[in-house]
Structures are given as structure tokens and as C-alpha cells.
């Protein structure tokens, strides 16, 4: 008797884009959900993802603007709005005297972290529904979406 030859390389291509497509789907809803944990606060989430991914050091607009997926008129519309409200400054950037950083003040890394608190808070409430095997299952599956991020530059430390 022969042994199989395995999936063909179009199976493994069809299986790949299956599983992007339900990988979209839930981080899109995943976004919704962190979204509806904004309540009435002063920051919107938008914001908050601009805060973040600031630490640690800094980044230029263009970097911003990639990350947030939005024009670089749009991303220095809010780096603006938030260095008007005190959360950020602009800054030489280090390593190009022709470029400029945007950094946290250390208004806006207190205010960020106490943002960040609630938040968390907000979430873990939400976990709650969850069982422990499905804690176990979220646990183990962090990992490899942080990896997946880091991989594709997600988390703000791209090239200056």
C-alpha cells in the first residue's frame, strides 16, 4: 500500500488564507470589545494606541501613522491634540537631527497607566464568563499573537 502524499501546496495555501480570514474576524471583534471598554473616559481608545505604542522612547509621526493605518496629516492631527492636552512632546529624534520624536510626558505615561489599570480592570471583569479551560486556551494562545505581532512590526518598534 502507498502512503499518502500529504496535502497538496494549494491545501496548505487554501488552509493559511482560512485561517487569516477567521484570524481578521476575531481580532476585529477583539478591537470592538477593547473599544466598549472606553466608557466615558477622557481618552478614547484611539488615543490610548497612540500613548502606548510611544513607549518606551518615542516615535516619529510617519511610524504613528503606519501603525494607527491612517495619513500622516491624521496622525499628526491627534499627536496635536494630545500635546495640547499635555500627554506628549515632541522631540529631537537622536539619530536624525532633521527628525523629530514623539514622546510621552511624564503627565501623560501617569495618566496612560492609570487608564491602563482601568482598562485591565475592565477586561477581567469580562473574563469572567470564560471557564478555566477556556482561560487555559487564551493563555496559551497569547504568546503566538504577541510573536505574530512582533513578526509583522506591530508593536511600534519598526524602523526609524
Known sequence: MMASP??????????????AHRLREVMRYSVYFLRRMEGTRELTS????????LRPGGLRITTIAANMGVRVSTATQSVDRLSRAGYVRRAPDPTDARAVLVCLTP??????????????????????VLSPRELD????????????????????????
Open 46 to 53: 484611539q488615543q490610548i494606541s497612540l500613548l502606548t505604542m
Open 6 to 19: 500529504g496535502p497538496a501546496p494549494d491545501d496548505d495555501r487554501a488552509r493559511a488564507v482560512l485561517r
Open 107 to 128: 503627565y501623560g505615561l501617569t495618566e496612560l497607566a492609570l487608564e491602563d489599570q482601568r482598562r485591565s480592570d475592565r477586561v477581567a471583569d469580562a473574563l469572567c
Open 137 to 160: 486556551s487564551l493563555d496559551a494562545a497569547l504568546p503566538v499573537l504577541a510573536k505574530l505581532a512582533r513578526t509583522q512590526g506591530a508593536s511600534g518598534e519598526t524602523s526609524r
